[in-house]
């Protein structure tokens, strides 16, 4: 949870995500996130309009993501539903635009669904975006402490 406050305090004002179909005539900036192996949960896209005054950047080291610039519209979000549908347990995808403080879309990410009874829940991620003064938004992606601590941390069973 200390985490989270820093992260919080680090980044910026946080920006709000609603539920919406991706726009296909922007271009963008492909985020790929996640995907180390077969079983990681922690992974997302992020579609970041590109040329609207904001760049998303995740935080996380670099090589936890893949950056690629200036996608046409139905190419990211291909690229983008591909990337979170490998796990044997994705079920479909749920997509939200990322708001910045005057309620404009300035990007998207696509997230993974998975069967239910598989991990306890269809949605095993939490997101958070902040918004730094210089137009350099903070994506924060982590899984929900449930999922983390029943599949992740067995030992935090006996604790």
């Known amino acids: 949870m200390m985490l989270f406050v820093l992260a919080g305090c680090a980044?910026?004002?946080r920006l709000s995500t609603e539920p919406a179909m991706v726009n296909e005539d922007y271009r963008y900036d492909l985020i790929l996130y996640g995907g180390r192996h077969q079983n990681d949960l922690e992974t997302l896209a992020i579609?970041?309009?590109a040329g609207d005054g904001y760049t998303i950047e995740p935080l996380a080291p670099a090589f936890d993501y893949y950056m690629h610039r200036d996608y046409p519209g139905p190419n990211a979000i291909?690229?983008?539903?591909?990337?979170?549908?490998f796990n044997p347990a994705f079920a479909a995808i749920r997509t939200n635009r990322i708001l910045d403080r005057g309620g404009n879309t300035i990007g998207y990410e696509i997230r993974p669904l998975y069967q239910p009874f598989v991990f306890g829940t269809i949605d095993v991620l939490e997101t958070h975006y902040s918004l730094k003064e210089n137009g350099v938004v903070t994506a924060w992606i982590r899984l929900i402490p449930s999922v983390e601590r029943e599949f992740f941390r067995p030992d935090s069973r006996s604790e």
């Not at 291909?78 to 549908?85: G, H, L």
């Open 11 to 13: 980044t910026g004002r």
């Open 47 to 49: 579609l970041d309009k």
């Open 78 to 85: 291909n690229a983008a539903v591909k990337w979170v549908s």
